[in-house]
């Protein structure tokens, strides 16, 4: 019988616990009171978020997570999440914001709130500075790589004519090198890739042609909490605005931001 | 042991497979021709007086024999644009396999003239031939006669060894299977049939060399 009291009066207190949460005033507030910006962010995922060599956070992400604070004139605390972790460390109030390289999804949608997107992540077209391609259409009669039944293959496939060579590799390497050797001007891959390509042959930087498959990162908020997806959506415009964000794509991703973000 | 088979899933890709199959046949035709030239300029070479031109031959020789395929291919695709020659895919992967089979060719023929009797070279020499008409119409044609199984096995590796140039996205016969398979999942069926063209196109070449056979030499051993 004591472990039932036991189980009813935690339940009570549960119920407490959850009734006081709902009542709380909205989460904005709640940060700005507390001079706190607690943001979930990546420590596995360059260059969205990394552990540099002084062992301190950095990153695309982590470079948000920065400006929101700085703009909300608060204090900013980051939360290394994994990717499997970082929804439930939002919805339990651990953190206030999720920055986190965060895809846009139904499944996600029914869970918690989104701000507008405020970072590329595509596959895309890249290629040589001087090839000018900026859509499928322009492909006609030029040669582009790309690796075989990967998702870019499959939407390319779907976009361009006959006209167009599609030259298949066997792996992600493969394709690189093929790009890198010269062997092809053009490689459809995802802009991570291309990054880590800029990085490493500054000479041969592949840029931005045209976007296949877009999936952009956004800002992941509590469900309900209109006041902070506002004023968060509020300094991504002005971010997009003042250029502030597409520093931050250079910085990292070594490429301008995609028009269309 | 449930899988089902569905080869009517390969269907809609059997241009792709013809495609295929006129590649491989493309290269192997090609390659085999130019290889069978060059191992014989290089058996030639080998067995010639100028100390310089046996030294160049036995290192090509070396280099291509003790060196992976695959190593050499990417070489020619991916390494020389380095030093400024760019060879399309299928260039390159026609290049490698002659330059393959020419250093193989030419030991299997320099095996085939150095087990030619001396008697059949002085002979030659009574009769006031010169030693390029000895060489050219007594040692080689019984050289090549006295090699020709190993030389036809030779050439079939090299049409199988092909389906290694798809890794640089030449469209030949693997890579139609690489690419079905890719796109609809019946890895199974895919290969399967692919192993089948292969195994066809093999024996194919065999007649053929055995037809050529008959009409070339008086006496064929095969």
Known sequence: MFTLKKLIASAAILVCALTSTVSQADQLSTLMERGVLKVAVPQDFP???????????MGYDIDMARYLAEQLDVKLELVPVTS???????????????????GKNPEREKAIDFSEAYAPFFLGVFGAEDVTVSSAQELAGKTIGVTRGAVEDIELSKLVDNTTTIKRFEDNNTTLSAYLSGQVELIA??????????????????????????????????????ALVDKVNGLIAQAKSSGELERLSLAWFKTSLPKEL | MSYQLDFSGLLPYLPELAKGLLTTAELTVYSTFAGI??????????????????????????????????????????????????LSAWQAGCLAMVINLGAYLTEIIRAGIEATPKGQWEAGKTLGLSHWHIFSRIVLPTAIQRIYPALVSQCIIVMLGS?????????????????????????????LVTALIYLLLAIAMRQLFELSARRLFKNPVL
Do not use: H, M
């Open chain 2, 37 to 86: 030239l060059l191992g014989t300029a290089g058996a030639a070479g080998r067995i010639s007086n100028k100390a310089w031109l046996r030294w160049l031959i036995s290192a090509y020789v070396e280099v291509i024999r003790n060196t992976p395929f695959i190593v050499q291919l990417f070489f020619i695709f991916f390494g020389l644009p380095a030093l400024g020659l760019k």
């Open chain 1, 84 to 102: 499997a972790n970082r929804i439930p460390y939002l919805q339990t109030r651990k953190v206030d914001l999720v920055i986190s390289s965060l």
């Open chain 1, 47 to 57: 260059p969205f978020g990394s552990v540099g060599s002084d062992l301190q956070p």
């Open chain 2, 163 to 191: 389906a290694v140039v798809s890794q640089i996205s030449v469209e030949e016969l693997t890579f139609s299977a690489n690419f079905i398979q890719s796109r609809n999942f019946l890895s199974f069926e895919s290969y």
């Open chain 1, 189 to 226: 891959t995802g802009n991570l890739v291309a990054t880590e390509i800029a990085k490493r042959v500054p000479t041969r930087k592949p840029e931005t042609k045209f976007l296949l498959k877009n999936s952009p990162c956004y800002v992941g908020v509590l469900k309900g909490e209109q």
